[in-house]
Nanobody
C-alpha cells in the first residue's frame, strides 16, 4: 500500500511561482514513474506532467510546457512540481499519482495510487 500526500498549494498571483511536493509512504517510489494531474472546478481531471522512475525522462502537457518542471528525489521518496509564470487557468486541485510502470505516461489509467490533492488558486 502506498500513501501519497501533496502539499504546497496556495493562492498565488498571476506570474508567480510555486512548488508542490508529493511525499510517499508505505513503499518506495524509486522503481516507478510518477505523475501530476489537475482538476479545475467543473472540468475533468487532466494530465500535467510525468517523470520516469530514474528521473531521466519527463513529459509535459502542452499547456504547461516551458513553465512547469517535474522532479523527484528518490532518497526522500518525494516528487515535486515547480510551477512558474502561473496563470489563472492553472487554478485547480493538483494530484500526485504513482504509475504502475517505469516510463512516463499521460494516461491516468496507468496510475494506481493517488493523493488527496492540493489546491492552487491563481486569481485573475
Amino acid at each position: 500500500q502506498v500513501q501519497l500526500v501533496e502539499s504546497g498549494g496556495q493562492l498565488v498571483q498571476a506570474g508567480g511561482s510555486l512548488r508542490l511536493s508529493c511525499a510517499a509512504s508505505g513503499r518506495t517510489l524509486s522503481s516507478t514513474a510518477m505523475g501530476w494531474f489537475r482538476q479545475a472546478s467543473g472540468k475533468e481531471r487532466e494530465f500535467v506532467a510525468s517523470i520516469s522512475w530514474s528521473g531521466d525522462s519527463t513529459y509535459y502537457a502542452d499547456s504547461v510546457k516551458g513553465r512547469f518542471t517535474i522532479s523527484r528525489d528518490n532518497a526522500k521518496n518525494t516528487v515535486y512540481l515547480q510551477m512558474n509564470s502561473l496563470k489563472p487557468e492553472d487554478t485547480a486541485v493538483y494530484y500526485c499519482a504513482k504509475s504502475r510502470y517505469y516510463s512516463v505516461s499521460y494516461s491516468s489509467s496507468r496510475y494506481d495510487y493517488w493523493g488527496q490533492g492540493t489546491q492552487l488558486t491563481v486569481p485573475s
